[in-house]
């Protein structure tokens, strides 16, 4: 009511307005007129009341001339229904305004949709709803504001609210809310449309009825069954068209072998929980009792071991899976699940059967250990299970045994590796304290003669260190960080310098036949690498024998030329010449099933602690890494024989057969010349330095490779230089390939203890020599005496 008060205050001013101020001056000036009378000053006093007398007559000529010249006070603005009808469009509900007489002015498109073009006070449905909206409308006029909750409306009962509004308060707004909906009609919308189809699709039959159980609508499946085309558009009743035994309704018209269904009730009016609504009718499945023998099947037919216990905890039946899993004979009973698991965890079996058994249906892992296999563990599953007869809980027993081999093939990897790399360490250090030990062996034995009495001690001393040098290189073969030295050579020396061992590995009960071809082709390989291949393959084979209590191993050799390669009928033998070498056992022979895992890592058919599985795969790594071939041929009962092809060696006709000059003989051993030796290790590089001295040459020594540098700096000319691989500050490639800057034709020497071949792909350094370690002070002399002869004959 406020805010109507303040706009009529806003658009009326008050009447008489002009009186108004030459009113409040002459009230003002008769007030100072009495002032100066009081102090004494008659002058300004009459001053004053003039001015009292003036005001007045202005107010009255004023307002006469106003009378005269017929000004009227302003009128109000007229309201703008295009901007009410705006503004009431943004109300989702049904809104009007009218005038006092309830003559609609405006409405929005809710109002229109609902009442169209009728009068606000005429939109009720029926005398009563006509009578209380007349009555709203007197008590807002009267009021400001009147509120119904309830007014039957046409379509459905909703609250009413009327407003007096306007600048003028002539103007009445009309809200009518939208009240609840009709849910029967949305229900019948739906079951006539999309959704009863869908029902229709799930095999549900769904009606919509109402209060009196009436059908209002149906989907095309409860209209096909339950009442029939021909009688679809006659009313039917809900009731009639069921009939009710036990807890099952039937369909009367599919007669006495109607298949029970279940009733599902929807009510509109939740609050009642009857009436109209929705009636679905959904097929009930009744459970059937399996038969024994069909699930029997079942379980055979499936890999995993499965096994069926009663409530009691009883076995009803297990698969063949399950007996293999757990270790149970055919002609043993085993009348509880807890007697197949150790002591320990028959308590835990026993509960978890239990509880799957009586409470509700769930499943739970196990880790138990059978009392067939108390040293693997196993995963036993057990789950609840619901109606299949008397079987209450299945048992799932999973055979770990692949599992726990795959685990132990991977720690085993895992602890190789790490032997590998604590062995190459190993066996790298002990390179250069071997280096140290031989070179001043050799020092000593330069002083001495046979026939002292210190020569032998000192050979002694040397030999055992030669010995120590192939320990490891045998350390460092095992963590394939060997050094290749591939030389071209015969298969059948091969074979004879390790014959001699392989009469010892054999022993008594296996004889050992080798056989040598003619004219055998030369190959490139590294004759250690070589002889570890017969090693591997003769002790299998032996191996191999020993269940028969001997045999033979048979060594050949031969060629096998381009020609002849179609003839063996290999899709992966590429045509060219091969040396071939073979090793035959007359063993027990391995099974086809088995022949093609041979070469697999970890793979070995021997117990438990007598074979790694790596013996065929090193075969195998090796052959490859010379560039052949292996194949494995075997007959159950008679033997296996593995055949292997090296390429022939081809040497090169325009260039020479060796980049390098002739091996030396000791006495061309000393040479001249400035030698720069760079080593961290101070006992390998002092060793080293006296050696090339005592040979006539003239060392610089560095620790490290910045130091190297500086003296190659110092302008002293040097013509070898010689460098550790691996050092601290700066390693030998590094200081190489800044030396080659400025010294672009300085020979090279290096000396590790890691792999050739390696360090040759991690360096990746033009016109450089090797020399592997440990060594001794007649190889170091060779081999500077050649890289210096071969920088010379550039």
């Not at 040097?718 to 400025?742: C, E, Q």
Request: a negative charge.
């Amino acid at each position: 009511m406020l805010d109507r008060q303040i706009a009529l205050l806003e658009t009326e001013p008050p009447s008489g307005l002009s009186w108004l101020v030459p009113a409040l001056v002459a009230a003002a000036a008769a007030s100072g007129a009495l002032l100066f009378a009081a102090v004494g000053e008659p002058m300004f006093a009459g001053l004053f009341l003039a001015g009292v007398v003036a005001m007045l007559v202005a107010a009255f000529v004023l307002e006469r001339r106003s009378v005269r010249a017929g000004v009227a006070v302003p009128p109000l603005p007229v309201p703008d229904f295009g901007l009410a009808a705006a503004m009431l469009n943004l109300s989702r509900d049904a809104a009007a305004l009218s005038d006092a007489s309830g003559r609609l002015l405006s409405a929005n498109a809710s109002y229109r949709t609902r009442f169209g073009d009728a009068l606000p006070e005429n939109v009720g449905e029926g005398n009563d709803a006509l009578v209380q909206l007349k009555s709203l409308r007197s008590a807002a006029w009267r009021d400001g504001q009147a509120n119904a909750e309830r007014v039957v409306l046409r379509g459905q009962p909703a609250p009413v609210k009327v407003e007096r509004v306007g600048a003028r308060g002539d103007l009445l707004l009309w809200r009518f809310d939208r009240g609840e909906p009709d849910l029967l009609a949305t229900l019948v919308k739906r079951i006539s449309g999309l959704e009863g189809e869908l029902f229709a699709r799930s095999g549900v039959l769904a009606a919509a009825v109402d209060g009196k159980g009436r059908i209002v609508a149906a989907n095309r499946m409860f209209v096909e069954r339950a009442i029939g085309a021909a009688s679809a558009d006659q009313p039917h009743n809900f009731a009639d068209l069921v009939t009710a035994s036990d807890e099952s309704l039937h369909l009367i018209s599919e007669g006495d072998r109607a298949p029970p269904m279940r009733l599902v009730h929807v009510p509109v009016d939740a609050d009642k929980g009857h009436g109209a609504g929705l009636m679905l009718l959904i097929d009930r499945v009744e459970p059937s009792q399996p038969d024994s023998s069909n699930v029997q099947a079942l379980l055979e037919l499936l890999p995993l071991g499965l096994a069926l216990v009663d409530r009691d905890g009883r076995f009803l039946t297990m698969n063949k899976a399950f007996k293999i899993a757990g270790g149970i004979k055919d002609d043993h009973s085993t009348v509880y699940p807890g007697d197949l698991v150790a002591k320990e965890d028959k308590a835990a079996v026993a509960d978890a059967v239990r509880r799957n058994a009586r409470g509700p249906a769930m499943s739970r892992d196990l880790p138990i250990r059978l009392n067939a296999q108390p040293g693997e563990p196993v995963a036993l599953t057990v789950a609840g299970l619901r109606g299949l007869g008397d079987a209450a809980v299945l048992i799932l027993l999973k055979d770990n045994s692949e599992e726990a081999k795959l685990k132990r093939q991977v720690a085993q990897a895992t602890k190789m590796q790490a032997v590998g790399q604590l062995a190459g360490g190993v066996a790298h250090d002990f390179n250069n304290i071997l280096t140290a030990i031989i070179g001043h062996c050799d020092l000593m034995l330069m002083r001495h003669t046979p026939g002292d009495s210190d020569y032998d001690d000192i050979q002694q001393i040397k030999s055992n260190s030669n010995r120590a040098a192939g320990l490891t290189r045998q350390l460092l073969a095992f963590s394939r960080q060997q050094t290749l030295r591939p030389q071209v050579l015969q298969l059948p020396d091969v074979v004879s310098e390790v014959s001699h061992l392989l009469k010892r590995l054999l022993g008594e009960t296996v004889q050992l036949a080798l056989k040598h071809g003619r004219d055998l082709f030369p190959v490139r390989a590294d004759p250690g690498q070589l002889e570890q291949v017969i090693v591997n393959l003769a002790v299998n084979a032996r191996d191999a024998m020993a269940g028969k209590g001997g045999g033979t191993v048979t060594i050949q050799t031969y060629s096998v030329k381009a020609n002849q390669v179609a003839e063996l009928g290999s899709d992966i033998l590429p045509v060219a010449d091969y040396a071939a070498l073979s090793i035959t056992d007359s063993g027990t022979g391995i099974a086809p099933g088995v022949l093609g895992k041979v070469f697999e890592p970890f793979f070995t058919t021997k117990e438990v602690g007598k074979g790694t599985g790596l013996g065929l795969s090193t075969v195998y790594g090796i052959v490859k890494q010379s560039g052949g071939f292996i194949f494995a041929d075997s007959k159950v009962g008679e033997g296996t024989c593995f055949t292997i092809y090296l390429p022939a060696h081809e040497a090169e006709a325009k260039a020479p057969k060796a980049r390098l000059p002739a091996k030396p003989k000791e006495n061309e051993l000393w040479g001249s010349g400035t030698i720069l030796l760079v080593e961290d290790e101070h006992m390998v590089r002092t060793v080293t330095e006296r050696g090339l001295t005592r040979h006539g040459y003239k060392v610089m020594s560095a620790s490290n490779g910045e130091d190297a540098l500086e003296l190659l700096a110092s302008g002293e000319h040097v013509d070898l230089l010689i460098s550790d691989v691996v050092m601290p500050v700066m390693d030998g490639p590094t200081m190489v390939r800044a030396a080659r800057k400025d010294w672009p034709e300085l020979p090279i020497l290096f000396m590790s203890g890691y792999a050739e071949e390696q360090l040759r792909k991690s360096i990746d350094i033009d016109n450089v020599a090797f020399l592997p370690k440990p060594f001794s002070m007649i190889e170091l002399a060779e081999a500077v005496r050649s890289v210096l002869g071969a920088a010379a004959t550039k």
